[in-house]
C-alpha cells in the first residue's frame, strides 16, 4: 500500500512539474482594440457598422487619441472612417471603411474592416442593420521589451482596469514571469467580425453593436514561422458589446442646441462608458463637457467651416493620471461631400449629428 502511495505521489509530481514548465513558457496577455471616443458621435462607425450610410454625405473622418500624453509609453491610437449612402434595387444601403491602428509600449495593433448596412424606414425614423468585416493583427516588439523595476514605480499610466479600449495593449491581472516573454518581434493576425443596429430619429438616435464576435485568441510567433506548442506568447481579443444614445433638443427662440449623448461599452465582466453634454450655436461651434466612468472627466470644442470639422477633447484622469502627463488628448477631423440621392427617397432625413 505504501509503495502504492509513493507511486501515484511520484507520478503527480512529475505531472506538476510538466504542467508548470508548459504554462511558464506560455505568455498570455490581453489585447484591447476598441477606442471610446468623447467625440464618438463624430466617428458612429467606428463601433457599429450600422452606422453606415445614416446621411446623404459622403464621410470621411480621421482622428487621434493619445492617453497620458509626456508620460512613459503612453495608449495611442490613431483611427480613420469613411462611409456613404447606395442605392441598391431601389433600396438604400450603407457602405464605409474603418482602420484603427494602436501602439502601448511594445505592443502594436492593427484592425481592418469593410462595412454594410441595410435601412428600413419606418415613418420619419430609420432602422439600420449593419455588419462589419475586418482583418485584426497583433504584434509584440520582443526586440525593444524592456524589464523595469517594479519598485522604481511606473509612470506608463497602465492600470489593470480595462478601460473599453482605449489601451490597445494591456498586460494581464496575473503577474506574468517576463523571463519568459519573447526576446523577438512576434505576430499573429485573425478574421474580425462585428454587428451592429442602429435607429435614427430627427430628435434621438439608439443603437447595440457587438464588435470581435469571433474572440479570437492568437498564438504569436516570428514572420514565417509557426508557433510551438510548447512556447509561445498568446493574445486574446475580448468580445466587446456597445450601447449608444443621443438627443437633440432644439432652444426655443435659440441658435442654441443642446445634445447629450451616452455610450456604455462592457465585455460582459465589467463596464464602462462616456456621458457627453454639448451645445452647438448655429450649427457650426460646438462645446461641452465629457465624464468617463470612474475615471475621467473634461471638456471638448468643436468647429464647423463649410464641409470641414476639427474637433479636440481634453480629459484630465483623476484616477491614473501618472505625474508629467498633459492628460488624455483627442483630435478629430472631417470632412462631407453631398450624395446625390433620390429627391422622392423616402429615407431622406436630417442627421442628428451636426454634420
Do not use: C
Not at 419606418?122 to 524592456?146: D, N
Amino acid at each position: 500500500m505504501k509503495r502504492k502511495f509513493n507511486a501515484i505521489s511520484l507520478l503527480t509530481l512529475i505531472i506538476l512539474l510538466l504542467t508548470t514548465e508548459s504554462m511558464s513558457a506560455q505568455v498570455k496577455v490581453t489585447s484591447q482594440m476598441d477606442v471610446i471616443l468623447n467625440q464618438n458621435w463624430e466617428m458612429p462607425t467606428l463601433l457599429n457598422p450600422a452606422a453606415t450610410g445614416a446621411t446623404d454625405f459622403i464621410r470621411i473622418r480621421g482622428g487621434a487619441r493619445i492617453d497620458y500624453l509626456g508620460s512613459h509609453q503612453s495608449p495611442k491610437n490613431f483611427l480613420a472612417a469613411a462611409d456613404s449612402p447606395f442605392k441598391l434595387l431601389g433600396k438604400r444601403i450603407g457602405a464605409g471603411l474603418v482602420v484603427n491602428s494602436g501602439s502601448y509600449g511594445v505592443y502594436n495593433n492593427l484592425l481592418i474592416g469593410a462595412q454594410g448596412s441595410y435601412k428600413i424606414k419606418i415613418k420619419q425614423s430609420t432602422l439600420s442593420i449593419g455588419v462589419q468585416l475586418g482583418y485584426y493583427h497583433t504584434k509584440f516588439k520582443g526586440s525593444e521589451f524592456v524589464i523595469y523595476n517594479k519598485g522604481e514605480g511606473n509612470d506608463s499610466g497602465e492600470s489593470s482596469e480595462g478601460e473599453g479600449g482605449d489601451s490597445p495593449g494591456s498586460g494581464d491581472e496575473d503577474e506574468p514571469d517576463y523571463s519568459d516573454y519573447p526576446t523577438e518581434d512576434v505576430g499573429a493576425g485573425s478574421v474580425d467580425l462585428a454587428v451592429g443596429v442602429r435607429f435614427d430619429h430627427p430628435a434621438f438616435y439608439a443603437g447595440v453593436s457587438v464588435t470581435h464576435l469571433t474572440n479570437p485568441t492568437l498564438k504569436l510567433s516570428k514572420e514565417g514561422e509557426v508557433a510551438t506548442a510548447t512556447r509561445y506568447m498568446e493574445s486574446h481579443l475580448p468580445m466587446e458589446m456597445y450601447f449608444e444614445t443621443g438627443g437633440n433638443i432644439r432652444l426655443n427662440n435659440s441658435l442654441f442646441t443642446l445634445q447629450p449623448s451616452l455610450l456604455v461599452a462592457t465585455d460582459f465582466k465589467d463596464f464602462n462608458g462616456v456621458a457627453v453634454m454639448r451645445g452647438t450655436y448655429n450649427q457650426k461651434v460646438t462645446f461641452g463637457a465629457s465624464y468617463r466612468y470612474n475615471r475621467a472627466a473634461g471638456v471638448l470644442a468643436g468647429l464647423k467651416i463649410k464641409d470641414f470639422y476639427i474637433g479636440y477633447s481634453w480629459e484630465y484622469d483623476y484616477k491614473n493620471q501618472p505625474k508629467g502627463s498633459t492628460g488624455n488628448h483627442e483630435l478629430v477631423i472631417g470632412y462631407q461631400l453631398k450624395m446625390k440621392m433620390d429627391s422622392k427617397s423616402n429615407f431622406r432625413q436630417r442627421s442628428i449629428r451636426i454634420m
